[in-house]
Each structure stands twice: as structure tokens, then as C-alpha cells.
């Protein structure tokens, strides 16, 4: 196997750790396997791969399947085999294709929110990360006025305060009709958010996962319009680095997306990642450096 290295290097200014604080690697990818059956042999290699790179733990930020593929019972149990064989802790974050887009006729017509049950009882059954090491996880059901929200979860390693939270594309379910699910799991983010700034108050940094691409438009869809208001003020009242982590819409990019309230300036310790998907197999690697003032290195990891 082919493998080539591209480095961006993602300069974020803010305050350094305890230089007792050490380096570490981890890993994100998403939006994969889709192009079946062919994809589950390069999938696997992705699997090998991270397993030889050893990382703290990887993280999967949600769509484990196209918008085609029926969300069948045992392709959900196949996926999870596949989270399990990471040989370090694996984080798993929920996409729309796995439950919201789940009703289309290419999908098996399935009520999606009977998929985003099995979702949590098959993915979330416990509070640890999926992977043959396992690590223990915070999770936001902890919280009886959120007990559903399983698939919230929240951990701490080297100083960096990380986190996922539940935002899926296909508009997150926001629609036409009954939007109960959406205004409840929104209920439930707000909240969240608000509880991980909190943890990470003494901590170096703080880098979050999820699967939705909020900022594809320049017109914010209002599905998404409170999370990024709250990002934003949360942001600017923490001042240290920000990493926020997605997938969704399967191009590699960095970016600052997050604006000041006069619209023209840069919420600067904000910064964007989105990762590789579908026909692109392919990782992102994150250094972090708790002694510099560059915390976040980012590699690009192509296969072939």
C-alpha cells in the first residue's frame, strides 16, 4: 500500500498547557464506507492503517453508509464489527444517513427514529468508547432532563477538553412538518455545549466532533442558526483554541468560519476541520501540542 503525506500545519494562537502536558496524536474520518461492495476492502485498509499509526484514539464523526444503502440490521452490526477491530479507543458521532434518511426507498422505507433507537442501544450501550481499548466516556444522559442523549459524550486526554454533539445533515431533521425530534435533540445540544465550554475552562484547548457541514451555505439554514450563535459566544467568552471537528460534505477543509457580531472580523481561536468522505478514503491526523502555541498540527492521510 501507497501512502502520501500532505502537511498543513494549523497555526492557532493561545495560551500553552502545563509543560508537564505531553504531545499526542488522534485520528478523524468520516463519511465512509459508501461505494459498496468495493468500499469495504479499502475501509478495512483505513482500519489497518490507523491500527499501524497507534493514535490516542480515533474518532468516526457519523454517515457509516450512503444515502442508498438500506439501513438494514445487519449492515448496522457489520459497521459496528469493523468500530471494534480499531485496536485504540474509537469515538463514534450519528450522521442523517444512518437514521434521518433512512425513510427513502433506496434505504428500506424505515422509520428513522425506530434507526436512531437502535442507533443508541447498539453504538452507545455503554458509557465507553467503541474499539479493543476502550476508554470511559462522560455522556450528557447522565443529566436526567436529557437521559436520551446517549450518543453526547465527552472526554479529557492530555489537557484537551473533546467532545461530540449530535448534528446531522439532511437540514438535522429539521422539516415541514413535526420538528418534536429536532427541537428536543436542539434543547439537548444548547445545553451541551454550554456543559463542555464548562469542563474545558481550565483546559488547554478544546476540540469537538460532529457529522453536519453548518457552514456549506452563506445563508445558515435555521436548523442550524442557534448552535452557531452559541459556538460563537461561547468561543469569544473562552479565548483559548477552538477545533471544531465535522464531516458531511466530503471535501478536506480548514477554515474560520465563525464571525464577531459586527460581522466583519473573525472569531480567530475558532477553527474549522472537515474531513475526507465517499469516494475519498481518507484520514485527518491531529497533532497536539499542549507546550506550544501552535496546538493543532494537522496531516493529511491519503490511501491508495
Known amino acids: 500500500m501507497r501512502i502520501f503525506c500532505l502537511f498543513l500545519l494549523l497555526l492557532v494562537s493561545g495560551a500553552s498547557a502545563s509543560a508537564q502536558s505531553k504531545k499526542f496524536e488522534f485520528i478523524a474520518f468520516g463519511d465512509m ?28 464523526v457519523g454517515d457509516f453508509k450512503s444515502g442508498s444503502t438500506v439501513c438494514s440490521d445487519e449492515y448496522f452490526n457489520r459497521i459496528f464489527g469493523y468500530f471494534e477491530s480499531f485496536s485504540r479507543p474509537l469515538i463514534y458521532t450519528p450522521g442523517d444517513n444512518e437514521w434521518t434518511d433512512c425513510n427513502r426507498e433506496a ?21 465507553k468508547s467503541l474499539g479493543q481499548k476502550k476508554i470511559p466516556l462522560s455522556t450528557q444522559s447522565s443529566n436526567p432532563e436529557f437521559a436520551r442523549y446517549v450518543e ?62 453548518m457552514f456549506y451555505s452563506r445563508t445558515i439554514s435555521p436548523a442550524y442558526q442557534k448552535i452557531i450563535d452559541k459556538l460563537s459566544q461561547l468561543s469569544r467568552q473562552y479565548g483559548k483554541p477552538v477545533l471544531w471537528v465535522n464531516g458531511d460534505s466530503h471535501r478536506f477543509i480548514v477554515d474560520k468560519p465563525l464571525l464577531n457580531p459586527d460581522k466583519r472580523s473573525t472569531i480567530l481561536n475558532f477553527t474549522r476541520l472537515q474531513v475526507f468522505g465517499d469516494a475519498d478514503i481518507a484520514t485527518v491526523h491531529v497533532t497536539v501540542n499542549p507546550r506550544s502555541k501552535e496546538l493543532f498540527t494537522i496531516r493529511q492521510m491519503l490511501l491508495d
Open 33 to 60: 464506507p459508501y461505494r459498496l461492495p468495493d468500499d469495504y476492502a479499502r475501509f478495512e485498509n483505513l482500519i489497518k492503517e490507523v491500527n499501524r499509526e497507534k493514535p490516542a484514539f480515533s474518532v468516526h
Open 152 to 213: 453526547n459524550v465527552a472526554w479529557e486526554h492530555g489537557g484537551i477538553q473533546f467532545a461530540s454533539v449530535h448534528l446531522v445533515g439532511t437540514n438535522n431533521n429539521f422539516k415541514g412538518t413535526d420538528n418534536t425530534e429536532f427541537i428536543e435533540r436542539e434543547k439537548a445540544n444548547l445545553a451541551w455545549l454550554d456543559e463542555i465550554y464548562a469542563r474545558a475552562s481550565d483546559k488547554a484547548g478544546l476540540v469537538m466532533f460532529t457529522q453536519a457541514d
Open 107 to 127: 434505504a428500506g422505507k424505515y422509520d428513522p427514529l425506530e434507526r436512531l433507537t437502535l442507533l443508541r442501544r447498539m453504538f452507545f450501550k455503554d458509557s
